[in-house]
């Protein structure tokens, strides 16, 4: 993974959508594509969550992101055609989606498993992601090349027990991304996956309480595959399910990605 070195301008000029954007992986992934030239649109639920890390880009005086606030447990579908709408009027098209924003829910037995969490993490973590795709794609094909990226988790290769409605959004995501990539395939869209593997964050802590935190990577230590799959040099790839700790085949960053 540390073997791939990001040109500066790899995302100038792209507009990437984050959700989730306010802690964790995505706040990292947000300032990390602003960082390499992108418009980031930030969207979470947090709005003084969303301004402080609107505010930390700015200071960096990297290209001037937006908020998009918005609660995915509650949003219904209209809600994200007025997203895509709106990002339309101001952007004019979308370069990049990283479907970030999850929720863990409980570790429970599905027989005990509370009825109306299950519904709302499945509604953050799979429904809201259809739901945002679906709007989005008339954005995305107006980009010449983009990439759309499903955060998914080793827990969607291999259900285990009390992992609940988690391990089955997660299955779904999986499974979203490669009818996707599918029916994409030879257009200018994209579709990939990445599981992050075990990353310090509020989701992380809260899964695993106990756990020795000091050998845990973070947000940081996985940001060259992210930024490898949302810019040009991962062009390549659609269908694709990448670990973000342990991918190793990336080619040498070319000066052409930064054209794109
Ligand atoms: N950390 C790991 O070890 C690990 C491993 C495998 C996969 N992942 C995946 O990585 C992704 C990022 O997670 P993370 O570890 O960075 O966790 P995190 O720090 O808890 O971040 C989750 C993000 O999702 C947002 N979110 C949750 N519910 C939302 C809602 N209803 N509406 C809008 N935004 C909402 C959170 O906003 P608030 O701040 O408002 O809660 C936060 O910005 C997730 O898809 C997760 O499943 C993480």
Not at 57 to 70: F, H
Not at 109 to 123: G, M
Not at 195 to 219: C, F, H, I, W
Request: one cysteine or more.
């Amino acid at each position: 993974m540390q073997d791939y070195q990001p040109l500066p301008g790899l995302l100038k000029n792209k507009v990437i959508l984050v959700t989730g954007s306010t802690s964790g992986i995505g706040r990292c992934a947000a300032k990390n594509f602003a960082e390499h030239g992108a418009t980031v649109i930030l969207l979470g639920r947090n709005v003084k969550a969303l301004e402080e890390i609107y505010d930390e880009i700015v200071q960096l005086r990297l290209a001037q992101p937006a908020i998009y606030p918005l609660d995915l447990a509650r949003a219904n579908p209209d809600q994200y055609v007025e997203m895509a709408k709106r990002l339309e009027e101001n952007f004019g098209r979308l370069d990049g989606l990283l479907h970030n924003a999850a929720q863990l829910g409980t570790l429970t037995p599905i027989e005990h498993y509370d009825i109306a969490l299950w519904y709302e993490v499945i509604q953050i973590n799979l429904h809201s992601r259809f739901l945002s795709t679906r709007a989005c794609l008339p954005l995305l094909r107006k980009s010449p090349r983009a990439s759309v990226i499903f955060t998914t988790s080793e827990i969607g290769k291999t259900g285990k027990a009390y992992w609940g409605a988690y391990c089955v959004s997660k299955f779904g995501n999986e499974a979203m991304m490669q009818i996707l990539a599918d029916e994409l395939d030879n257009t200018g869209i994209r579709i990939n996956s990445i599981n992050p593997g075990p990353v310090m964050t509020k989701l992380r802590a809260q899964a695993y309480p106990a756990e020795d935190k000091s050998n845990l990577a973070t947000p940081d230590d996985i940001m060259p595959a992210y930024l490898y799959l949302m810019g040009a040099d991962s062009q390549h790839l659609n269908g694709q399910s990448i670990d973000a700790q342990t991918y190793s085949h990336f080619p040498e960053a070319t000066t052409e990605s930064i054209q794109s």
